[in-house]
């Protein structure tokens, strides 16, 4: 049997977990009931407001996943760190935000979304960030989910087989927002998608989710010739009415203006991919290698930024396929990709 037939998938579509507030539940509802999987994520989220959204999903649909980051902390160094939040000065000054002088550190409470999804069983889990322990794999896999490891390299994906996992999402270097890499501090190989995922498939024998850019049907389909199973997108969504996108970052992604994406890490601390702007102009080469402490630090300017409309401080996250994104309904999106 498949993968796609073992998730019961009409299309060989996933709706990417998409942290800090544009994977709602409506959005993962719509890519189920469209034929395909959507993906809560958990990231940034408290136990109890994941369990709430799996119920609200589940009310709906059984076919869904959540995402988890896997803990991979980078601590800052002191005098590196102060320097950071010492250039922000003048951000903080215009949006009125008081910033940290320490950094924060937390695991995102892994242990905990753990054993919420262990006692409550989803149909799939997949990991990001780092690579999840075999034993935390096998105790997903006995409580009946399907798990998945995003990877970025061939050396990545076996490691992740010898973790134990089910399949492998594989995540080229163009995909928007952060990069799954569990080496932040090593350069992101720029390998065109379809051919990491042949170069996966030859050597690692688990079925594939492409991710990264994928904003096409021709796009799609060369994914799937070059041997994944489905596909993961989640930049073309992020203009639907069912993402939780802010109004800020919408605009952006329509703007005419906005004509490229970079690789930076001024918002969080580890690289992601996002339309080019201001913020990521004057720090991209100062900011530390220190996740999640960096995210905690710019969290409250991000926020401040988003409600007073100002775009050019916002971690507008993007693959490079974004000129395709559009304010269609998920489902009308979804079923453009595979050319109904």
């Not at 589940?58 to 160094?77: E, I, K, M, Q, Y």
């Not at 922000?88 to 242990?111: C, F, K, M, Q, S």
């Not at 061939?154 to 134990?164: D, I, S």
């Not at 720029?190 to 690692?204: D, M, S």
Request: hydrophobic share 45%; aromatic share 6%; proline share 8%.
């Amino acid at each position: 049997m498949s993968l796609t037939e073992q998730l019961g998938l009409d299309i060989p579509l996933v709706a990417a977990p998409m942290a800090g507030g544009p994977s709602t539940p409506e959005l993962v509802i719509a890519a189920a009931e469209a034929g395909g999987l959507g993906f809560l994520a958990a990231g940034y989220k408290t136990p109890q407001q994941l369990a709430d959204q799996i119920s609200t999903v589940r009310a709906a649909t059984s076919t869904f996943g959540v995402n988890l980051f896997v803990p991979n902390t980078f601590h800052p160094d002191p005098d590196q760190f102060r320097s950071y939040v010492e250039s922000l000065a003048p951000v903080a000054t215009e949006l009125g935000v008081e910033l940290a002088t320490e950094p924060r550190d937390d695991d995102d409470a892994w242990e905990a979304k753990v054993e919420l999804l262990v006692k409550d069983p989803v149909p799939v889990v997949s990991f990001t960030f780092g690579l999840a322990p075999a034993d935390v794999v096998g105790r997903l896999k006995t409580a009946g989910s399907l798990t998945v490891q995003t990877v970025t390299t061939l050396a990545e994906a076996h490691q992740a087989r010898e973790c134990g996992v089910d399949a492998l999402a594989v995540q080229g270097s163009t995909a928007g927002g952060h990069s799954a890499t569990v080496t932040p501090q090593e350069p992101i190989a720029q390998v065109p998608l379809p051919e990491l995922v042949r170069t996966i498939a030859g050597e690692v024998e688990l079925p594939i989710f492409a991710a990264g850019g994928i904003s096409t049907p021709e796009a799609l389909q060369e994914v799937l010739a070059a041997g994944a199973a489905a596909a993961v997108v989640g930049t073309v969504l992020l203009r639907c009415p069912e993402a939780g996108t802010s109004a800020p970052h919408r605009a952006a992604l329509a703007d005419s203006q906005r004509t490229e994406t970079v690789m930076t890490r001024a918002f969080s601390g580890r690289p992601a991919r996002a339309l080019r702007n201001q913020f990521t102009d004057r720090y991209t080469e100062s900011a530390p290698l220190a996740f999640p402490a960096v995210h905690h630090l710019t969290a409250p300017l991000r926020k401040a930024a988003t409600a007073a409309g100002q775009p050019e401080y916002i971690n507008l996250w993007a693959g490079t396929g974004f000129r395709n994104a559009s304010a269609a309904p998920a489902a009308e999106i979804l079923r453009h990709l595979t050319g109904h």
